[in-house]
């Protein structure tokens, strides 16, 4: 949920005020602003708010009774941030800085980095504000219902050449099948690159080997047509459909 903000991994707290940096604009390849979005409703803090409320949300989040130091920069808003890629939250170097090392038993040596992931870690860890929160009852005995399916005839032959073929090498990421199935075999799955519910053909030319997070990553993932691109160049058996 949290990903890394370029620039800020290094740093060290030579500064007066450490800049707690959040992602929170969308550009390309980069995280959406989702990732400030779930910050903000784990802090109970809306998105309207100022810089501010999510410092006092971390403060709360963190259990820390003192109030946290109010900075001029902290009356800033914190989406619409278009000529910037993160919000920043100024903390105080010694005051703040310190009380926040402390209470996540990091090490004074620490980086901005190391307390930007550390308060991260901790919120998600721990969150008060979520254990305040109704958990999800679920359900001890779950209706059935009976679905009509769609099930395409599949090749056996193609199924086996393909996973013979891989020797159990993922065609996508090319890593090593992550277990084995109860026969000993490596675990890795049968993939149509041009789906068969889209018309694709059940061949060798058009399937692959491919282990199942890529496998999920191929239906589902954010960079699915990149990585369909990439199967076509990585694979040459695979005729474009
Ligand atoms: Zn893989
Ligand atoms: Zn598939």
């Not at 290094?10 to 604009?25: A, H, T, W």
């Not at 926040?100 to 090490?107: M, N, R, S, V």
């Amino acid at each position: 949920m949290f990903n890394e903000v370029e620039g800020t991994r290094n740093e060290s707290f030579d500064d007066d005020v450490i800049n707690l940096r959040i992602k929170c604009s969308k550009r390309e390849n980069e995280p959406t602003n989702d990732q400030l979005k779930s910050l903000l409703s784990i802090l109970e803090v809306s998105e309207e708010s100022y810089l501010w409320d999510v410092k006092v949300g971390i403060w709360n989040a963190l259990g820390i009774k003192n109030e946290p130091i109010k900075l001029k920069k902290e009356r800033q808003s914190i989406l619409n941030r278009s000529f910037n890629n993160a919000a920043d939250i100024p903390i105080l170097r010694n005051k703040e800085g310190e009380l926040l090392l402390t209470k996540l038993g990091l090490p004074f040596s620490s980086t901005k980095r190391d307390l930007e992931l550390g308060i991260m870690n901790y919120i998600k860890s721990n969150p008060v504000s979520n254990q305040k929160k109704a958990l999800p009852k679920g359900n001890k005995k779950p209706e059935s219902k009976t679905v009509e399916v769609t099930q395409y005839i599949r090749d056996k032959e193609v199924i086996k050449w393909i996973l013979n073929n891989s020797v159990g090498t993922c065609e996508c990421c090319q890593e090593v099948a992550p277990f084995y199935r109860n026969d000993g075999t490596f675990f890795l799955e049968v993939h149509h690159v041009r789906g068969l519910a889209d018309s694709g053909s059940d061949t060798i030319q058009n399937t692959v080997a491919v282990c199942p997070n890529c496998h999920r990553n191929l239906h589902s993932g954010e960079n699915r047509k990149s990585l369909k691109e990439l199967m076509y160049s990585r694979v040459s058996r695979l005729i474009v459909e």
